[in-house]
């Protein structure tokens, strides 16, 4: 029997060490505020693959589980898929662009709430904005009970010979595969909704207070991932600006 998603990147966050897990909260939002910025920002395919290879190493010094991790980004970057598949009649290269963009976004925040427990996040968060500390909070739970019930869901599609048959057979199972989805999710997404109300939810949560410390030298490593992304950010404009 597998452990639940949650589990996993609760115990990730709380029980794996590394400077990456060490480092100051507000130090790590910052540093990936910026370097989510710098990938939204880049037009480079080549610098793309670089910053993908750069979240990755700061995975694996984190000790994360690569492939639980890149498993997981599949989920967010379908959605950045679909679009990407409507600017294929334009340009296949921005195509490519907007699907780089969307896993080199999903790995970032992978990274990000892998090492930092949720509890610390949204108080954060909540300095700045309640109602965003409150989404981003229903989001945490709910995009991962999301995942199980995804997988779930796909295994027993493939059981039932969800994938045989002719083309046109498969790509209409799959339509209704993700119609269901879709649809289970807004059913799951108000069943959460109404079980919070029903225990005293009235907007708010209460959430331990960040405290502030001095850096230390475990800062520098979510720092470096910003520096690196800043210059592959720049490099790719002055590849671009010399081709």
């Not at 904005?129 to 409150?134: D, G, L």
């Not at 989805?181 to 909704?193: A, C, K, P, Q, T």
């Amino acid at each position: 029997m597998s452990l639940s998603t949650i589990y996993l990147v609760d115990y990730y966050a709380n029980s794996l060490d590394s400077p990456m897990h060490r480092a100051s909260v507000t130090v790590k939002m910052i540093s990936t505020i910026m370097a989510l910025g710098c990938i939204i920002l880049n037009t480079s395919l080549l610098s793309l693959v670089l910053q993908l290879f750069l979240i990755i190493g700061f995975q694996a010094a984190s000790r994360l589980p690569i492939r639980r991790l890149l498993l997981w980004a599949i989920y967010p970057t379908f959605f950045g898929a679909l679009f990407a598949l409507s600017q294929a009649q334009y340009s296949i290269e921005l195509s490519v662009q907007t699907l780089l963009r969307a896993v080199d976004a999903a790995l970032l925040m992978l990274l990000l709430i892998n090492t930092t427990p949720y509890a610390k996040i949204i108080p954060l968060i909540r300095k700045f904005s309640k109602t965003i500390s409150n989404l981003a909070f229903f989001s945490y739970r709910f995009f991962f009970l999301f995942i199980d019930e995804s997988e779930k869901r796909l295994t027993a599609f493939r059981v039932r010979g969800g994938l045989l048959g002719p083309l046109g057979t498969k790509i209409r199972n799959i339509a209704k595969l993700i119609g269901l989805l879709f649809v289970s999710y807004i059913e799951s997404g108000e069943e959460v909704y109404h079980a919070v109300k029903t225990r005293g939810y009235r907007g708010m949560f209460s959430t331990e207070t960040v405290a502030g410390r001095e850096m230390t030298r475990n800062d520098y490593v979510p720092i470096l991932l910003a520096l690196f992304s800043v210059v592959i950010l720049v490099v790719g404009i002055v590849g671009r600006g010399l081709s």
